[in-house]
């Protein structure tokens, strides 16, 4: 469960929208409901195990997403025989997290490009998430816990806005305009602060170390802010 929530909100944190299923039951019934962008399905689960359920999707036709399968026990038969089955990647926990992103990202890819056609105007791809700096590891995630996860991109509403001397329209792609409000927010307290990461990590809630990460991804840079504001 932990294993669940955890990458739950980090992939929620990435603008995906997250459904999730204790069990191979609660997958099947999910499935039914309708084909997710991207399953992650991990092997162990208290029922059915994912190698099973994954048979299962590909004998009834239901197989039409990518499937990133994951174990923290697994063997190399096991991820060969999920591969040969029709799974698209095989991460071995823990789970570095830019390792995830980045198979999350080439599975939404992959998705996009099978489903996309010519009459049709693709969907936004969802930016690749951008490198840790070699400074601050990525954290990764232990155990085994049964998981299922299936993810959908965000969908952006047609509804535009202004404010602060910015312009954020609400058309843009959820992880587009929620990058383009933290940026924002960051540079607003950055300026407030005169460049003080100290006070901004005090003023936003946030450890100093998180904060240099978040504004090396938004391309936000302290310095330039403070001498703007000398």
């Known amino acids: 469960m932990g294993i669940r929530e955890l990458l739950s909100e980090i992939l929620g944190d990435e603008g995906h929208a997250i459904q999730l299923a204790e069990n191979a039951q609660q997958a099947r019934e999910a499935r039914a409901a309708g084909a997710p962008d991207l399953v992650l399905l991990d092997i162990w689960m208290p029922d059915t195990d994912g190698v099973t359920l994954l048979k299962e999707w590909q004998r009834d036709g239901l197989l039409t997403m990518p499937v990133i399968m994951m174990s923290g026990h697994a063997t190399i038969d096991t991820a060969v025989e999920a591969t040969r089955i029709g799974a698209l990647n095989f991460l071995e926990k823990p789970i570095a997290l830019q390792k995830l992103l980045k198979a999350v990202q080439q599975g939404l890819t992959r998705a996009q490009e099978t489903v996309r056609a010519p009459s049709v105007a693709p969907r936004p791809a969802i ?32 509804v535009a806005a202004e404010g602060h001397g910015y312009n954020l329209s ?15 927010y960051f540079e607003h307290h950055l300026g407030r602060e005169g460049g003080s990461m ?3 990590a005090e003023k936003t ?3 100093r170390t998180h904060l240099y990460r978040k504004l090396k991804q938004l391309g936000v840079e302290p310095g330039k802010l403070a001498k703007k504001n000398l």
């Open 198 to 200: 100290t006070r901004v």
């Open 127 to 158: 930016p690749a998430p951008v490198e840790e700096s070699s400074h601050h590891p990525a954290p990764s995630f232990g155990g085994s816990a049964p998981q299922q996860m299936m993810v959908r991109p965000g969908i952006a509403a047609p």
């Open 205 to 207: 809630g946030l450890e």
């Open 170 to 184: 609400f058309d843009l792609p959820l992880r587009e305009a929620r990058d383009a409000f933290e940026r924002m």
